[in-house]
């Protein structure tokens, strides 16, 4: 069914105050794209005691909508800064859920027991980097280079072996996940997609394309050019 998010002191939200709060990536960027579903709280009953405000959802392509209850009884929430995300225990929302209408291919990374899928980053202007080659002159395809480059910033343009601070590694890691899927910073932590070492290191390497690499360190003829080198 997805996530549900509270955003305190809104009567109604759209795109422009999801990209205030830091929520741009749970919706899509194109212009014909669903907004948020939403229905304005009060006090008392709002998620963890917050003032009056608005709880959303974003509908998922094809599924159904979200279920825009506050059952502190039956969910699990989060607090992300300026607002709080949660989602129904038994409706804990994976991959298919929370997949944005068109995938780029990438590498099938395992945290808990489903597979994310993480695309390679490419330098935006290349030849067969992911815009390019995804489309290209779309509102989507736009938003996919300004993101790329910027992560590609924040992943290759550091000292070899340097460590970013924790919570930058971990909105790293989550704006990785979010290429694919409608995920925020809070939302990776609150379903376990960052609190592990294990998963923030699958997805770094499926960004760095380690997997294809280590694939071509393994043949037999790549190998042997190698050794021919050295």
Not at 112 to 131: F, K, M, N, T
Not at 190 to 210: F, M, R
Request: include cysteine; charge should be negative.
């Amino acid at each position: 069914m997805g996530l549900i998010y509270y955003i305190p002191g809104r009567a109604a939200v759209d795109k422009a105050i999801l990209a205030a709060c830091g929520l741009e990536a749970i919706i899509e960027p194109d212009a014909d794209s669903p907004g948020p579903s939403w229905r304005p709280m009060e006090p008392p009953g709002t998620p963890l005691d917050w003032p009056a405000g608005c709880l959303l959802g974003v509908r998922g392509s094809g599924g159904p909508a979200p279920r825009l209850l506050y059952r502190p009884e039956e969910q699990t929430w989060s607090e992300g800064g300026a607002y709080a995300v949660g989602f129904f225990n038994d409706d804990r929302p994976g991959p298919s859920e929370l997949a944005r209408p068109r995938q780029i291919e990438g590498h099938a990374v395992r945290i808990g027991d489903d597979d994310w899928i993480v695309p390679p980053l490419r330098v935006a202007s290349c030849p067969g980097g992911i815009p390019n080659a995804f489309l290209e002159g779309t509102p989507l395809a736009d938003w996919l280079v300004r993101r790329i480059d910027a992560l590609w910033g924040r992943v290759y343009d550091r000292p070899f072996g340097a460590r970013l601070p924790v919570e930058e590694d971990t909105n790293t890691m989550a704006a990785l996940l979010a290429i694919n899927y409608r995920l925020d910073p809070a939302a990776c932590e609150l379903l376990g997609l960052t609190t592990t070492a294990a998963g923030c290191l699958g997805v770094l390497d499926a960004a760095l394309d380690l997997p294809r690499v280590r694939a071509m360190l393994a043949d037999p003829t790549a190998a042997a050019i190698l050794a021919r080198l050295n």
